[in-house]
């Protein structure tokens, strides 16, 4: 049976080296069992991350924004004001052993949540995170329809406790995207929701991800 799950928010723009080291520390307290699982709601100011697969190639401007090791699976991935960060810290030895279903539920929390706006997000093989297709924008070259991602996730686990976690763009700056190549991908963009055209504020989605959570998650 697992534990109750703590939901915290944590207000104004975090900086990042201090929250993961917040974040090493409760993934720690979780393996120990001195502490529940835990979901932390966020934002960070403007920077960017380096997974274990990134590419020195796929950061086209590294003097931009200040560029952190994350020691998460992924590669280059931006975190700015107006893009919810959810760092998720599950104990999968109560949840069972599986990454990759375990990648297949944050993906299925952020579909969840996109379809409360009427989004619909998918998945693409060989592409992690969620994708919305854009009818309303140009096509691509080859006629195909254009697509952007709207949401990320990449995830490290440690003794089998996840963190790291999703983020979805609510309404960021999406031109501080232009300084790296987001997850390796240089033939499609990103999106937010804004830019979706819906006026989505982060209350709403944040309610919208804690249903979704509880769907998929129990």
């Known amino acids: 049976m697992t534990k109750t799950v703590e939901w915290r928010h944590l207000e104004g723009l975090r900086p990042y080296e201090e929250t993961l080291a917040a974040m090493e520390a409760r993934v720690a307290a979780i393996a120990a069992g ?60 109560q949840r069972g052993r599986d990454v990759r279903r375990f990648v297949t539920q944050l993906e299925d929390w952020v579909i969840a949540t996109l379809a ?36 990320a996730i990449g995830i490290k686990l440690r003794r089998w406790i996840s963190f790291h976690g999703i983020s979805i763009n609510l309404d960021p700056d999406l031109a501080h995207f232009d300084g790296i190549v987001p997850c390796g991908i240089r033939e499609h963009g990103v999106t937010s929701l804004v830019d979706l055209g819906l006026p989505v504020t982060m209350p709403d989605l944040d309610l919208a991800l804690r249903r979704g959570f509880d769907r998929i998650f129990g």
């Open 116 to 151: 409360e706006f009427n989004v619909r997000g998918e998945r693409r093989p060989g592409r992690v995170g969620v994708w919305v297709v854009r009818p309303d924008q140009p096509p691509n070259p080859d006629g195909t329809a254009r697509e952007d991602k709207i949401a």
């Open 34 to 93: 001195t502490a529940p699982e835990a979901v932390w709601l966020l934002e960070h100011p403007p920077l960017y991350t380096a997974g274990t697969s990134a590419d020195p190639a796929d950061l086209r401007d590294g003097g931009r924004f200040p560029v952190h090791v994350a020691g998460r699976g992924g590669q280059y991935t931006y975190h700015g004001p107006g893009q919810r960060v959810a760092y998720v810290m599950l104990d999968l030895n």
